[in-house]
């Protein structure tokens, strides 16, 4: 697994399928709400602001996607507050 750190909003997180296999959780978990991926997110946001110092401290966006055969993409992307006040 490797964390990019994209700018200060945004990290993407690669994690193989191999990986996903070795911590129990399955496609199926990834793309439903499953205690089992909300529990990899966190642990996985925890090691972010360990390697790269992202923290997650505002609402936020979730990307995930299969970017090959073998490795798996979440993007996470912190909610910008000129978006909300353009909204608004």
Known sequence: MRIQKVNENTIRIFISFNELAERDVSMADLFQRSDKSEQLFWELI???REEVEFNLDQPFWIQATAASNDEFVITVMK???TLDSVVK
Do not use: P, V
Request: glycine share 0%; proline share 0%; net charge negative.
């Open 46 to 48: 925890a090691q972010a």
């Open 79 to 81: 909610q910008d507050d």
